[in-house]
């Protein structure tokens, strides 16, 4: 029986191992296959894409552009057996995928921040490209517009329009003004002519401005500093003059721009619709913050409430997608007055009514409080929201109209 035994105490008397022997273990591995590929870098032999040494991937940049692509598309987008998965619980199952997050089963769907930017971007994309704003805009009101036809402003209009220098611009300008006043002195007897002089007035004063910036830009500027000019620019009181002056050179460009609008109205939808995914990107942190005052006594950590808020914005985005392909397929394959028509238009308003209830819904299930204190947060997130996204869409749209 000793005999036995006797080789089983060492072991027992030996102790733990040390923590150096698995290592040892998994570096003793590939000394028995010679012909092994090694890592670039260290020279350990590879047990796998990664270095288990030094942690360098086995693959580099130096590779097949396809396989690039492929590897772009799947680390960023996760584009794999996963959006399968994903789709469904995300457009039909309110606060599922939330839920099944925080219970810590995650690797079976795209997580949250690949599927918020690729149904973002590819909502936005699509929405710019099935739509086509051929409208003229006018952004003159119907008051101004009778008094120019009452004081020849067409032929003002096209003067100045026609001119081919700054200082042509200029004079032109001046002898318009010069004859809006002479006829309302003429007229200073008829019931509201100042107020239509002084609109008309308005309107000469914006032409020459966009001809003048349509001609040199930079020259809007310097009439304006010198006071030759009235663009009426947003400035800061008490700023420093440098940040007027950038207030004065966006103003000139959005001055050009307007022009430019007005015989193409599809920038002004390119522009919009390029700032929506970048306002929402802003907004996401603060949904996320208005979710954890709103849920402070929950005792949730902040990460949590963005979860939420990517998938609730996923979900968005995925039904402004569902909308455009409906509207694309309802112009494509029906006409209207029809059944196929009919049905399309079903199909958008039950979308459209399932937009609010689901994130009701999802509110309600993923923080489980009462429905009379979830419709409750609910109304006042969906105000609060709605002001802040309104106004962070219209100063990034001010600012790519400005810049484009």
């Known amino acids: ?7 089983i ?3 027992l008397a030996a102790g733990p191992r040390s923590q150096t022997e698995p290592a040892q273990a998994i570096r003793d591995i590939p000394s028995a296959a ?12 590879l047990l796998g894409p990664h270095c288990y040494a030094c942690g360098q991937p086995e693959k580099s940049l130096v590779r097949q552009f396809p396989e690039l692509l492929g590897d772009f598309f799947g680390t960023v987008f996760g584009l794999d ?3 399968a998965r994903t789709f469904g619980p995300l457009l039909l199952n309110p606060g599922f995928l939330t ?29 710019k490209l099935s739509s086509d704003w051929k409208t003229t805009f006018n952004f003159n009101d119907s008051t101004t517009s009778q008094a120019m036809a ?11 329009a026609t001119a081919t220098s700054v200082e042509e611009v200029l004079r032109q300008r001046d002898l318009a003004l010069a004859e809006i006043a002479e006829v309302a002195r003429e007229s200073s007897d008829v019931p509201g002519i100042s107020g239509l002089m002084n609109g008309v007035e308005q309107i000469v004063r914006k032409h020459a401005n966009q001809r003048i910036a349509q001609l040199d830009p930079t020259a809007l500027q310097h009439l304006a500093e010198e006071g030759q000019v009235e663009i009426q620019p947003l400035q800061i009181d008490g700023a420093p003059s440098a940040v007027n002056a950038w207030f004065v050179r966006q103003s000139a460009r959005l001055t050009l721009n307007i022009s430019r609008i007005e015989k193409d109205p599809n920038l002004l939808k390119d522009a919009l619709f390029g700032a929506i995914p970048s306002a929402l990107f802003v907004m996401l942190p603060f949904f996320a913050l208005s979710l954890g005052v709103l849920y402070v006594f929950k005792r949730r950590l902040y990460m949590e409430h963005l979860i939420v808020a ?16 409906l509207f694309d397929l309802r112009a494509w394959l029906s006409e209207p007055h ?11 308003l039950a979308l459209a009514l399932w937009v609010p209830v689901y994130l009701l819904l999802m509110q309600k299930r993923v923080y489980r409080q009462g429905w009379p204190m979830t419709a409750m947060k609910f109304f006042v997130l969906g105000v609060v929201y709605i002001a802040l996204l309104s106004s962070a869409a219209a100063i990034a749209g001010l600012a790519s109209v400005a810049s484009f």
Request: net charge neutral; hydrophobic share 50%.
């Open 1 to 7: 029986m000793s005999e036995i035994a006797s080789p």
């Open 150 to 160: 009452e004081s020849n402003l067409d032929q003002m209009e096209h003067s100045i």
């Open 9 to 11: 105490k060492p072991d």
């Open 34 to 45: 010679p012909n092994a590929a090694r890592c670039g870098n260290c020279a350990e032999p």
């Open 338 to 348: 029809t059944l196929p028509h009919a049905l399309f238009n079903l199909a958008l």
């Open 81 to 83: 057996s996963r959006i």
């Open 310 to 325: 990517l998938h609730s914005h996923a979900f968005l985005s995925l039904s402004l997608l569902l909308a455009v392909l």
């Open 99 to 127: 839920n099944e997050y925080f219970a810590g089963r995650r690797v079976r769907y795209v997580s949250p921040v690949r599927l918020f930017v690729f149904l973002c971007l590819t909502a936005f994309f699509a929405a």
